[in-house]
């Protein structure tokens, strides 16, 4: 039987209700661990991945950081693998994030830093992996298993395991996100993905951009972009674009900006301004607001607390990454060269 190009991929895309559902059942896990880090106080926390599953882990910090007051670091896992740093991890909670659990650089990274001294937990579509057997505590992120090279229903897993694990530790017992699957459903419908698919078909490089919460979505979104169809897709914070990348745009450099609820989107204020002004070809992933010169809009469902909105919007997203690369005759179930577990130290 032959399989449809990218069949695997759009497979796993649409499972991300249930995947979400079952996470938001079975909160045991996440409960328990939570409990263990509210007992050991941290006062510093790390976060260590690689590709998409950094993408979630950036979430991660955004959250801890504002809703918890503790200050987060993006670990560069070279510094304990390549270098051989033994750095002072006591009141540090180390927190690796990968779908897969079997990144090797991830595995001896989180293993050095048990051993010097922080508080280590595996958040993982893999409970039986190398990485889960290297931390003390575990997070099984329950997404069921993902074939597809380009990671899609483990990242919003990954996303609503990480934010159930920071709910609990604050106190809370994760019902605002109940919603959540409903949401999922409704981005899966968003209309238009085809037809801005067919407009980027011939665009060699383009640019995503957003801030705040997110600002991972326009990470991930151009991760997506690059590995399924090709493009070469750059991200910037809606900040960081003014002070010197908005020289790249012109009407050969389609934009995508994602414009989530809440604080974050408002601050994409200046920037879809300053973009519009630059006669961009500009996408919009949310609510434009005002912003004159905008070619597309891609709605997104309304009434998302700005804190999980990132679970929904990459949707569109990840569905306008498959639609582009079979557009572009690619198939994203292979993407070249890529394969799903990718061994760095
Ligand atoms: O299994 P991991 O989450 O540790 O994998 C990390 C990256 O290799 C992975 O996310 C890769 O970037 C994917 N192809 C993204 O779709």
Same mark, same amino acid.
């Given at each position: 039987m032959i399989t449809p190009v990218g069949e695997q991929m759009a497979r796993e895309i649409a499972e991300q209700p249930p995947a979400l559902s079952r996470l938001l059942h079975d909160t045991a896990q996440v409960r328990e661990v939570a409990r263990r880090i509210r007992e050991a106080r941290p006062r510093f926390v790390v976060l260590a991945a690689r590709g998409t599953s950094d993408h979630a882990a950036l979430y991660a910090k955004y959250l801890i950081e504002i809703s918890l007051g503790l200050p987060v670091g993006l670990a560069s896992p070279s510094t304990l693998t390549v270098y051989g740093a033994r750095p002072h991890l006591n009141d540090v909670l180390w927190v690796a994030v990968s779908?897969?659990?079997?990144?090797p650089d991830l595995v001896r990274s989180t293993e050095t830093a048990r051993a010097c001294g922080a508080l280590t937990v595996a958040v993982t579509?893999?409970?039986?992996?190398p990485l889960a057997a290297a931390a003390e505590l575990g997070v099984d992120v329950? !997404?069921?298993?993902?074939?597809?090279?380009?990671?899609?229903k483990t990242y919003t897993s990954q996303l609503l395991a990480l934010w159930l694990l920071v709910d609990h530790w604050r106190g *809370?017992? *994760?019902?605002? !996100?109940?919603g959540l699957p409903d949401h999922v459903g409704s981005a899966l419908d968003t209309p238009g993905i085809d037809g801005l698919a067919s407009r980027l078909r011939f665009a060699p490089s383009l640019i995503c951009t957003a801030r705040g919460y997110s600002y991972p979505t326009a990470r991930e979104a151009a991760l997506k972009l690059m590995e399924t169809s090709y493009v070469a897709a750059q991200a910037f914070s809606g900040a960081d674009l003014l002070?010197?990348?908005?020289?790249?745009?012109?009407?050969?450099r389609p934009v995508l900006a994602v414009v989530g609820p809440g604080d974050g989107g408002r601050a994409m204020a200046p920037t879809l301004e300053r973009l519009a002004a630059q006669r961009a070809e500009l996408t919009v992933i949310?609510?434009? !607001? *005002?912003?004159?010169?905008?070619?597309t809009v891609v709605p997104l469902p309304a009434d998302i607390p700005e804190e999980l909105s990132p679970i929904v919007e990459i949707v569109p997203l990840q569905r306008l990454a498959h639609r582009l690369a079979v557009t572009r005759q690619h198939d994203p179930d292979a993407p070249r060269g890529l394969a799903k577990v990718t061994s760095t130290i």
């Open positions: 779908q897969s659990g079997g990144s579509n893999a409970p039986d992996s329950l !997404a069921g298993p993902e074939r597809a090279v380009a990671a899609t *809370g017992d *994760g019902r605002t !996100a109940a002070h010197g990348p908005l020289a790249l745009v012109d009407a050969d949310g609510d434009p !607001a *005002g912003v004159p010169d905008v070619h």
